[in-house]
């Protein structure tokens, strides 16, 4: 889990406080419009042209849509990466623009966090994440997911060609767990390939929007007042070199 510079006051949500979660470091840019803790708004897109215009223009549409104003938002939860380079850069802008003038928390996860808590597990299972990072590149983690409990990261976020990744995870990570997979970046490789490196693992489906995923984890670390100012949000790009 990242650490937290700057820890603040924890931002409590009533059933009346509105806030938002941004991702745009997806390939997928996605924004979740909350009440509390309740979904009230959500808005996806097919495939990312980031532009710093058009993110806010989707943000202002949202928050449009559902009859909220800026000023009505009590803080905004952000996903900082690793994913799209320029796509991070975009939504971070523009996240940073809503907060900062209005004094709000920000909330922050990684994409590789919240795909991790999307994997429902009944015991302690080792929860591996690949995305697509280009070409035949992906980012990488592992995680130590438990029932009722947010996973917790194992080994450092990677980058790196899919199989070096996956190898190195592998190798990083408790062998004495079962172990499940998931992450677009198994797209990359073949049934038979990833059995060869991971062993029968279970393969979980990526959600198509992570913004409304990453919900529950940004809740809690705004009730636990793990935020951060706008000035201090950076990005992650996890560019972490692969062990020998």
């Known amino acids: 889990m ?18 938002l979660v941004v991702d745009t470091a997806s390939p997928r840019l996605s924004l979740a419009l909350v009440c509390g803790d309740t979904l009230c708004g959500q808005f996806g897109a ?20 559902v009859g ?10 952000a996903l900082v990466g690793p994913g799209s380079f320029t796509g991070i850069r975009v939504g971070l802008a523009a996240v940073k623009g809503i907060a900062q003038p209005l004094g ?6 990684t994409t590789l966090e919240a795909l991790a808590s999307a994997v429902s597990v009944q015991s302690p299972t080792v929860v ?45 990570a408790p062998d004495e767990c079962p172990r499940v997979i998931t ?10 390939a990833l059995n060869t490196i991971v062993g029968m693992a279970a393969h979980c489906a990526s959600p198509p929007w ?15 007042g793990q935020t951060r100012a706008a000035r201090e949000v950076t990005a992650f790009y996890a560019r972490a070199a692969l062990t020998a």
């Not at 709000?104 to 996860?109: C, E, G, N, R, V």
């Open 104 to 109: 709000l928390p920000i909330a922050t996860a």
């Open 46 to 65: 097919r495939s990312q042209k980031p532009s710093a215009h058009q993110a806010v223009a989707d943000i202002a549409y949202l928050l449009e849509r």
């Open 183 to 192: 992450g677009d970046g198994l797209t990359l490789l073949d049934e038979s």
């Open 210 to 224: 992570l913004a409304p995923v990453a919900i529950p984890l940004l809740a809690a670390r705004l009730a636990a």
């Open 128 to 172: 591996l994440v690949v995305n697509v990072s280009h070409r035949q590149e992906v980012h990488g983690q592992g995680f130590l997911a438990q029932p009722n409990a947010f996973p917790q990261a194992v080994t450092e976020a990677l980058t790196g060609e899919v199989a070096s990744v996956l190898k190195t995870l592998v190798a990083q």
């Open 68 to 77: 909220i104003q800026p000023t009505d938002l009590s803080a905004v939860g």
């Open 2 to 19: 990242m650490a937290m510079d700057g820890i603040a006051s924890p931002t409590t949500l009533t059933p009346t406080t509105w806030w």
